[in-house]
């Protein structure tokens, strides 16, 4: 499956943005999907998380309550809704996938085999 992540952008805190992941894949719902974030200096880190045909969804301590994950199978998409984005949440976000027949969800970015390019987030104060 090839990902591409698009919705970044320049945003103050407090605003709201929405990712979308665009997928190529005969089947997508056998591709259980996650968003990840990474700043420079720092190791990529897992924000949210969702299960092959959505019924489970997992999110980091970190933006929990202000991130919602949802997808799309028909249309091939997962979404990030992003609320009362905070400075810290500034980073360059990633989407990725595992094939999978569960319905688990992963929070490892090492669970995860494919990759899109990432897009730029930038919350100014």
């Known amino acids: 499956v090839q990902l591409q992540a698009s919705g970044g952008g320049l945003v103050q805190a407090g605003g709201s943005l929405r990712l979308s992941c665009a997928a190529s894949?005969?089947?997508?719902?056998?591709?259980?999907v996650g968003w990840l974030r990474q700043t420079p200096g720092k190791e990529r880190e897992f924000v949210a998380a969702?299960?092959?045909?959505?019924?489970?969804?997992r999110y980091s301590e970190f933006v929990r309550g202000r991130f919602t994950v949802s997808r799309d199978n028909a249309k091939n998409t997962v979404d990030l809704q992003m609320n009362n984005l905070k400075t810290e949440d500034t980073a360059v976000y990633y989407c990725?996938?595992?094939?999978?027949?569960?319905?688990?969800?992963?929070?490892?970015?090492?669970?995860?085999?494919?990759w899109g390019q990432g897009t730029q987030v930038t919350v100014s104060s």
């Open positions: 969702i299960s092959r045909v959505g019924r489970r969804t």
């Open positions: 990725a996938a595992r094939s999978t027949v569960t319905g688990v969800v992963y929070d490892n970015i090492n669970d995860y085999t494919n």
């Open positions: 894949a005969p089947v997508f719902s056998n591709y259980a």
